[in-house]
């Protein structure tokens, strides 16, 4: 028998043209959890399966859940159910988050921690498996450095990049860059420049906005998700101030 849907995800997917794309994302993975197959959902939504299996990835079914989905699709195929196609790299990322989890609590007194994970919180990227992060300000941009090498890995490798708008001397700008931030070393990315007369600022930044991107960061970026989520936890649990 098929899942029953909520009347407010019904309602949710009769205005899918309206609805934003973070919506759009909540309304799959609510569908998904109830236990319903992409071939169900998209009945509902108008969503590519490859989109669906990109946003529910993490989705973990229950046995009764797998069971129902065999009830209506018979027996002898496997249409429907998820293959863990990567399960050893998923037990591997659950280890990482719980161990992330565990240090985070213990980190919560450590002033330069707390400061790192709340300004990635605010400036960082949060694509998934990328840590860098971009900012015109050289101080904060040392600060995300130290605090990378300190909490996550000594030796942590990072490559640059410039976001500069037409007029900016590249060159300057990448050792200018280069010499702030201690990183003689590094290399650049492709540098972006903003065309003139597309939202040009009429008083540019002279050196730009440099991106630190820390390489291999599959295995940071989970660590500092969670992190982000220890201290947004531990400020939730203080009790409210008297003003």
Not at 31 to 54: D, H, M, W
Request: charged share 25%; aromatic share 10%.
């Amino acid at each position: 028998m098929e899942p029953v849907v909520p009347p407010e995800l019904l309602a949710l997917a009769e205005s899918w043209k309206d609805l934003h794309r973070w919506e759009r994302k909540q309304l799959g993975l609510s569908l998904r959890r109830l236990g319903l197959t992409f071939s169900e959902i998209q009945t509902l939504i108008a969503v590519p399966k490859s989109t669906l299996s990109n946003w529910c990835r993490e989705v973990t079914m229950t046995n009764a859940q797998i069971e129902a989905i065999r009830d209506r699709t018979g027996p002898h195929t496997q249409r429907g159910i998820p293959r863990d196609t990567q399960r050893k790299r998923h037990i591997e990322i659950a280890s990482i988050r719980r161990d992330a989890y565990k240090s985070g609590y213990t980190y919560l007194n450590d002033a330069r921690w707390v400061g790192g994970v709340v300004l990635y919180w605010a400036e960082g990227s949060k694509t998934r498996n990328m840590l860098d992060l971009a900012n015109s300000d050289p101080a904060a941009l040392r600060y995300f450095i130290r605090w990378v090498r300190r909490y996550l890995d000594e030796k942590a490798d990072f490559k640059l990049g410039l976001h500069l708008h037409a007029g900016n001397d590249e060159s300057a700008a990448k050792r200018y860059w280069s010499t702030e931030l201690g990183m003689e070393a590094a290399p650049f990315g492709k540098t972006f420049i903003k065309p003139a007369g597309t939202g040009h600022r009429k008083n540019p930044l002279p050196h730009g906005v440099c991106r630190v991107r820390t390489r291999k960061a599959s295995n940071y970026w989970h660590q500092v998700m969670v992190w982000i989520d220890v201290v947004a936890e531990a400020h939730a649990s203080l009790d409210r101030p008297p003003w």
